[in-house]
């Protein structure tokens, strides 16, 4: 077979401009002859062939054009389009009268549709359709939408099933109209069309698409063709919409499929939402809600591990690393083959640290693609563009993040772009503020708002002093309001009861742990305000009322440093003690003699605060806060470098031999080492646990 092809391309556009589909351009067009078909083949040697006038041994020889949206040759043998029409047509109708010879002859053109054509004999007549011709069956089915009702379905699936995207554009823009003709004609197929393009959102090889006797199609010509399509049945119907959010949500890929399968889908998720802006936001709710899936399995996979595995995935990961600079197409062909290989090599234990590692590179992967994604929004940072993102950062943030407990990376997006500018930044501590103290919230999201907001202030970077002064402030009146309110009951340390109060008193705390040279405003001159330590020793001079505020709650009957996390409060002791801010040792030493358990609501009418127990029935860390702050260190190997330049890192600016004379041994530094034995940080980097030299 030969092919000319004098093609003009319509200015604007791939695909054509939609048309009804059975009073389409199709059947006004120049025939397209073809060989006899499969259908005719497969029918009985002796049937008559000169049944249609067009069928003589002239016309035959004869070779015509078929243009769908361009001016376009394509030689074609034996066979004219109508003839291909009238046969299609009366297999489908002989099958509703019980004659399905004509009809399975129909399926099996596209169930074989990837077979390599081989010729015939010499001498012998040919009955394989060439892959070239298979335009044909689509355009003439094309005109009978009509007819494939639900009793057609599987040849309706036969056709969805075919490789489209690997043959060439006139049979893409052929099989795109035949798509929108079969929506319009059988409204119920709309369903099955859009999730057949979504599910190849997530293919990557070459080999899902290819086809035999066509050139390659590489990946991006494939997606064009791809979302060509899908751009074109949106225009024609925007009742698709609906429908394809829910197809989009269920063909999201699993977590056991690989990183490629996932980037590739949310890549096209990404340019789905360049044509169809109105599915922006429920696009971008659907990847955060995903990706925040990913990322509390990561931490609840971690938890489960030892050391040496949490150890192994380091390594795996830095592997991994290393091969996607050498050659980022192979790095990963496939996750869940290594995963689920059976080769005697690969035992229980590495097979943790494979899917461990690679569910990290997921989530890895899919951050930073969200990372570049952003930050053309956010070149100009007091733009209206720039705060409507975030606006809707912020969104997805309250609904998908903040109430989700192990969230551990995903909150970064929203971290790293609120801190591009200042307005950027009060509009996400405003917001954490009103979540953190209106009475109508659930106490679980009012206290996670609260260690967000102190996690934010403390690790911002860019996050400047008075935005920091303003937070604490505000959290002192709000802690000096609610102890007046509930000084009149308050028996002892009691996290049941005031469990908002004691969130707000460590997020105090948390937050001079990291930025108390923001809260001093007068410093002899002897102190060199590039070096920290330098102001250890000194009489310093702090915000207005910063220090009696302190002194007031802490030394109140609510006793925090009780309740608190001890890792927090033996960091702030010691810094607070060196900074000659504050010293709480001797109350510190008094809290070992009190039990939690005295003052918990309810045993007071019971006398069970009068009680001395030795033995308490309650486990005295359950009645203390958790150390939970959601902005520590991001260990995303890859995706990290957004984060590097804006993050406040720990720095210890005191002698740990000598702080252990004065405590427990329990600081920040030792939160973070429990957080790393219990799998939240996986990479072999010292953050808030590290000395200073090792933090770069």
């Given amino acids: 077979m030969t092919t000319s092809a004098s093609r003009t391309t319509p200015s604007g556009s791939s695909y054509p401009s939609p048309a009804p589909s059975q009073h389409s351009a199709l059947s006004k067009k120049p025939i397209l002859r073809t060989q006899q078909p499969v259908l005719a083949a497969k029918r009985k040697r002796g049937a008559d062939s000169g049944d249609s006038p067009d069928s003589s041994p002239t016309k035959r020889l004869k070779r015509v054009a078929f243009d769908l949206a361009a001016n376009m040759t394509v030689d074609i043998q034996t066979r004219t389009l109508e003839e291909t029409k009238r046969e299609v047509r009366r297999a489908l109708e002989d099958r509703s009268r019980g004659d399905t010879e004509g009809y399975e002859g129909l399926k099996s053109v596209f169930q074989n549709d990837r077979q390599r054509y081989v010729a015939p004999i010499v001498g012998e007549e ?32 036969s056709v969805m099933r075919c490789s489209w995207l690997g043959r060439d554009d006139a049979f893409c823009k052929a099989y795109t109209q035949f798509l929108a003709g079969l929506i319009s004609a059988q409204g119920t197929t709309l369903e099955m069309v859009l999730s057949m ?85 429920d696009i971008m709710e659907l990847i955060i809600d995903r990706l925040v899936k990913i990322d509390v399995q990561v931490q609840f996979d971690l938890e489960d591990m030892d050391d040496d595995v949490t150890a192994a995935i380091v390594l795996q990961l830095d592997s991994a690393k290393t091969s996607d600079a050498l050659d980022p197409a192979d790095s990963d062909d496939s996750d869940t083959e290594s995963i689920a290989s059976d080769d005697s090599d690969f035992d229980a234990e590495a097979n943790r640290i494979e899917s461990g590692a690679t569910t990290i590179q997921k989530l890895d992967a899919v951050m930073d693609t969200l990372f570049e994604l952003y930050k053309p929004k956010f070149m100009q940072p007091t733009s209206d563009e720039a705060k409507e993102c975030l606006a809707d950062m912020i969104s997805d943030f309250v609904n998908l993040i903040l109430p989700t407990y192990k969230s551990r990376h995903t909150q970064f997006l929203v971290f790293h772009f609120s801190q591009y500018a200042p307005e950027l930044m009060d509009l996400f501590v405003g917001t954490l503020f009103n979540l953190a103290f209106e009475s109508n919230r659930p106490m679980a999201l009012r206290q996670s708002a609260t260690a967000y907001l102190a996690s934010y202030v403390a690790r911002g970077g860019l996050v400047p002093a008075d935005i920091v002064q303003n937070v604490v402030n505000l959290l002192c009146h709000h802690i000096d309001g609610q102890m007046r309110s509930h000084m009149e009951g308050c028996r002892g340390p009691d996290l049941r009861r005031y469990k908002h109060l004691y969130s707000l008193v460590q997020a105090l705390l948390y937050i001079f742990c990291f930025r108390w040279r923001e809260l001093v405003t007068w410093a002899p001159d002897i102190v060199d305000q590039e070096d920290l330590s330098s102001y250890l020793g000194h009489d310093l001079e702090w915000i207005p009322g910063f220090r009696e505020s302190m002194s007031r709650m802490i030394h109140s009957r609510f006793n925090p440093l009780k309740v608190c996390s001890p890792a927090i409060v033996n960091e702030f002791a010691d810094l607070a003690r060196h900074l000659k801010f504050m010293y709480v040792y001797p109350l510190l030493e ?79 530094s030792d939160v973070e080492e429990d957080n790393a034995e219990n799998g939240e940080e996986y990479e072999e980097e010292r953050t808030a646990t590290d000395d200073e030299n090792d933090d770069d």
Avoid: M
């Fill in 126 to 157: 040919e009955d394989c359709l060439k892959p070239q011709e298979l335009i044909v069956y689509v355009v003439a089915l094309s005109t009978c939408t009509p007819l494939l009702d639900k009793s057609c379905s599987d040849l309706v699936k």
């Fill in 197 to 281: 393009t979504t599910e190849k959102f997530k293919d990557y090889r070459e080999s899902a698409w290819s086809v035999p006797d066509f050139p390659k199609v590489g990946v991006e010509l494939a997606y064009d063709r791809l979302h060509g399509a899908l751009a074109y049945i949106l225009r024609l119907f925007p009742a698709a919409r609906a429908v394809l959010c829910n197809l989009l949500a269920k063909h999201f890929p699993y977590l056991e499929e690989s990183k490629r399968a996932h980037t590739s889908f949310v890549n096209n998720l990404l340019r789905l939402r360049r044509y169809a802006p109105d599915l922006g936001q």
């Fill in 590 to 668: 008094s809290n070992k003699r009190v039990h939690l358990s005295q003052f918990v609501s309810g045993d007071y009418s019971t006398g069970g605060a009068l009680r001395d127990t030795c033995s308490d029935p309650y486990d005295e860390k359950a009645l203390q806060l958790e150390a939970y702050f959601p902005f520590d260190p991001y260990q995303l190997p890859i995706s990290k470098r957004w984060i590097n330049e804006d993050y406040v890192k720990w720095n210890t600016l005191t002698d740990p031999l000598e702080r252990d004379e004065d405590l427990d041994g329990n600081g920040i």
